[in-house]
């Protein structure tokens, strides 16, 4: 029997042959066995277990619609709830084998509405909006540490509007891609021992987690900050206004100012700087970067003192003893030398010291009258040696004069000088103690400068260091020098001028500072510093001196005419003579 797929390939060959050729076919009706059908191979294909696209086919409940209870294969999911033709829908509960469950709406197979979620491994937990299992659209989120944030989720990320709350910050603003970016308000908690936080706040623009853009950060000792930042660090212009009254309005560059003050410069014409006693002098002080421009910062708080050389005492004199408990220590300066503290105020002096003419003229008037007196004496002796003669009025005129000398300082035995104790009355001044004054008062910068006037050099307090040993130096000078020759007249008058203008300078010493170079110091006290930043600090000589003489105007007399003179006195004589 011939198939009748038999009959379909002969069937090309057939219509080939002519009509002669072609054989007889005989038709006929196939029997229902007879038939033979193609043999049809199918690909099995495997249902995806997910949550998104559930098995089509669910033996609960019945019709695939009601309430029921389905694990799958992979026994990793487990769903109780609603369904809907095969379909989780309406509300249930998604539990995954590692401990983390959904519970809420469901759309369509997928978790899709509101619903609370839990995390096992991050132990986090979200209430809130969800599409296709995608945290999506307005939540709260809880943190282990409880910390919890409050806004927009986009895909699983924190995005648009939000507020961030943990233990040490607060932030309320815009989101993107999990980040900070946009507007935003930042509060940090109050300060904490591992310095994690500092009670700052800000509020300004954020781009990647990151200050950047105009923002205010108010600190929380009270410091302000208006500007523009950048990287989370002040860059470009800004105004800040610091606690310790340090204003800075200008430019700025990675957290620092484009022109930051390094050191400061004392402006003076002339070093040293020469000053008088009782005159009032100014001091001008500038706040300089390194290429020495004038930083313009306001309010920077700077302070100015005196200071004089420091004198080590000797072990075992009583002013070694004395410093023992003193808290003044000596401070280094650039010249070489240390110095301590002395007192310098703006408190106003009363001028009535006398200048170097005066002095002069007193010495001189003094030294006069000491050359007078020597004559008188030298006349008396000579008298009284014409009216005494022999032996015996000799040595009576010798030991006269023995005793003037005496009484005059010089010992012609081998002895030093003598200073006498009394001084003419004229050489004498009333000592009155003064109380110290107060010092000068800090200056707060403007546009980078600070200017103090009428300052003065105030009196020495007493037993002030470096004088006392100043003194007991020159003493010890003294002692050293008696037992040396006798010196003659002249340089007996010069110790008696030179112990007078000692006198004359120690009774001053009660109103005005001692003569002689002193050190004026700057320094930079602001409180706290500016930046954490402290300025070098700057050094300058005084040369303190006598006031100036004041210029007296000549009185017109009559010259002195020398030949009437000596006609007068020879009429004189002549008048005698007769």
Known sequence: ???????????????????????????????????????????????????????????????????????FENQYFRYEGEWVKGKKHGFGKLLLKDGTYYEGQFNQGEITGTGFKFFSETKCKYKGQFLKGEMHGR??????????????????????????????????????????????????APMR??????????????????????????????????????????????????????????????????????????????????????????????????????????????????????????????????????????????????????PLTNQEQENDGPSEEDEEQELSQSQTQLDLKEDEDENQNNKEEEIKEGEDGEKLAENEKQDDEKEDGVDNSGGGVEEPDEIPNNTTTETESVPLPPPVPNCRSEEGVCVWNEVYLAPAPPMYRPFVAMEEAENDKKSSSRGKPAINKDDRRSSIVDKMRRQKEKALEEKYAKTGEY??????????????????????LLKLKRPEAKKRAKKEGKKWDTSQHIRRSMVATEGLED
């Not at 540490?145 to 910050?169: A, I």
């Open 193 to 342: 021992y591992d310095k994690t936080s500092n009670g700052d706040r800000y509020e300004g623009y954020w781009v990647a987690d990151k200050r950047h853009g105009p923002g205010v950060l108010h600190c929380a000792d009270g410091s302000i900050f208006d500007g523009n930042f950048d990287n989370d660090e002040f860059h470009g212009h800004g105004l800040y206004r610091h606690i310790s009254g340090v204003i800075y309005d200008g430019m700025w560059l990675k957290g620092f100012p484009a022109k930051m003050a390094s050191k400061l410069h004392i402006v003076v014409e002339n070093t040293p700087m020469v000053i008088r006693q009782g005159t009032p002098f100014t001091i001008t002080v500038q706040c300089l970067n390194d290429e020495n421009d004038v930083v313009g910062d306001e309010g920077r708080e700077i302070q100015i003192t005196a200071g004089f050389k420091y004198y080590q005492p000797s072990k075992g004199s009583a002013l070694f003893d004395m410093i023992e408990d003193v808290e003044d220590k000596p401070i280094d300066t650039p010249f070489g030398y240390q110095v301590v503290h002395y």
């Open 519 to 540: 050190v004026l110091m700057v320094h930079d006290v602001t409180n706290p510093p500016f930046l954490g930043r402290t300025i070098e600090p700057a050094f300058l």
């Open 139 to 188: 939540g709260i989120m809880e943190f282990p540490d409880s910390s919890e944030y409050e806004g927009n989720f986009v895909h699983n990320r924190k995005n648009g509007y939000g507020v961030m709350r943990t233990p040490l910050t607060q932030y309320d603003g815009g989101y993107q891609g999990n980040m900070r970016h946009g507007e935003g308000r930042m509060v940090y």
């Open 1 to 71: 029997m011939t198939s009748v797929l038999a009959l379909y390939r002969n069937h090309d060959a057939l219509m080939n042959m002519s009509s002669n050729q072609q054989p007889t076919l005989i038709l006929r009706r196939l029997s229902v066995d007879e038939y033979v059908l193609p043999k049809i191979h199918t690909k099995k294909i495997k249902r995806v277990n997910s949550e998104r696209k559930p098995f089509s086919v669910n033996p609960f409940p019945k019709l695939g619609t009601g309430h029921g209870v389905y694990v």
